[in-house]
């Protein structure tokens, strides 16, 4: 997959998983407090990367040892049946166009097949997975993973090189099988990924694909089908040369919605601003909120409070943000909730034998209750849409949008 949006990456893809799943990535993944703790017991595979040895991490023929080991359990792993989540660009990043894929994922993959020959195992496949965030840095966006077919992993003709392997040996596959399968990945991936020039273009052919669909009466309804009518649209006006008149003027309405924390689901059917607030569904949520937050707040509202903070205080890129905000999700059942029940129940009850069934019911407690708050919170986040939506409809922008809709729609058959 793709990848844009730092450590959520790899846990989006885990969860479609029911297979053990494995994971390689930089090495400070592995040694940093709380993290290392848990990517160790997940199994994750450290790689010191050259950005690392320049910062002296190591020697070339330390970081060569580590990195062979870990490609060489990874290619036991996977001839295993183990499920591996790579990010084959090698970092994280914000463009909207796949980097280069680094060759490490396709040279432990071609020895995962020669390894799972030579035991009589099923031969592993390689599965590329589109990853498609609404907005990927923020909090509670929609996403959609998307697979599809698996592309074949070609068996090493050499005997020799294959009983290595199996020995315990790490051997290099020769470049003339990895650099093809390299590039095949990369077609497949490019298809899988927005493949636009920038953001502002992508945003453009939601936009375009959201019209198309309202000029046909069947509006997009989820993430999947405006990813899928954004694509069909890319198809279509791939063979032009530059952009085009449609283009030009969706990319302007497409970033006058997104300079005002909106998309293309803001306009109705006749291409007009949604200009009705949905007060209802505000009053709901905050009712919702409150009823949870005398739990929710106490358990995890520090941890809320501080990955916001941080998130958006990041130097470290955009991608970041979100990172900071599954560490405070992910943390608070691992440390602090455990703790606040555990102090909670030794003032209220002290040490008793029914402790252990207390710290249970508390801890299901707190989950059931963040559902719940969360619940509210995105009933809040949807009156707070459709209000930016009635705001921009009475605007000068929104009349602008209006326009350029109107402008767009006659031209919106050369994407037949």
Not at 143 to 150: G, H, K, L, R, T
Request: proline content about 6%.
């Amino acid at each position: 997959s793709t990848h844009i949006n730092g450590l959520v990456d790899p846990l989006a893809l885990i969860n479609t998983q029911e297979r053990r799943v494995i994971t390689i990535g930089r090495h400070d993944l592995m040694t940093m407090p709380v993290i290392g703790w848990i990517t160790r017991r997940m199994g994750s595979q450290p790689v010191i990367r050259k950005a690392e040895l320049s910062r002296g991490v190591g020697d070339s023929d330390f970081a060569k040892r580590i990195n062979q080991r870990s490609l060489l359990t990874m290619s036991h792993c996977v001839a295993s049946g183990h499920a591996a989540i790579v990010m084959p660009e090698g970092k994280s990043h914000q463009d909207s166009k796949l980097h280069a894929l680094r060759t490490g994922p396709l040279r432990f993959t071609l020895n995962a097949a020669c390894i799972a020959h030579q035991k009589g195992l099923p031969a592993p496949v390689i599965q590329p997975v589109g990853l498609h965030f609404r907005c990927h840095h923020w909090f509670r966006t929609d996403v959609y993973v998307e697979f599809s077919d698996p592309i074949r992993i070609p068996l090493l003709p050499d005997e020799d090189h294959r009983k290595r392997l199996i020995n315990g040996e790490w051997v290099e596959p020769p470049a003339e099988e990895v650099i093809p399968l390299r590039d095949r990945l990369y077609d497949e991936l490019s298809i899988l990924t927005p493949d636009a020039p920038d953001w502002e273009t992508y945003r453009a052919w939601h936009l375009l694909g959201h019209l198309r669909a309202n000029s046909s009466g069947t509006p997009l309804r989820t993430l999947k089908e405006e990813v899928l009518a954004a694509r069909f649209v890319r198809e279509r006006l791939r063979p032009s040369v530059g952009d085009s008149e449609l283009v030009v003027d969706a990319r302007e309405a497409a970033e006058i919605l997104y300079s005002n924390d909106l998309d293309a689901r803001a306009l109705d059917q006749s291409g007009r601003i949604k200009a009705k607030p949905r007060w209802m569904i505000g009053v709901l949520g905050v009712l919702v909120m409150l009823l949870a937050s005398p739990i929710t707040i106490p358990s995890t509202g520090l941890q809320a409070f501080v990955a916001w903070y941080a998130g958006d205080r990041t130097d470290e890129g955009l991608d970041a943000r979100t990172t900071h905000h599954m560490l405070g999700a992910g943390l608070s059942p691992l440390i602090f909730w455990p703790a606040i029940c555990l102090a909670a129940i030794f003032l209220i009850e002290g040490v008793t034998p029914m402790s252990p069934v207390y710290l249970a019911i508390s801890m299901v407690a707190i989950h059931i209750s963040n559902l719940v708050f969360l619940r509210g919170y995105d009933m809040w986040t949807d009156f707070a849409t459709a209000s930016r939506s009635a705001k921009l409809a009475s605007s000068d922008q929104g009349r602008r949008v209006e326009e350029l809709v109107r402008s767009i729609n006659p031209g919106l058959g050369a994407l037949k």
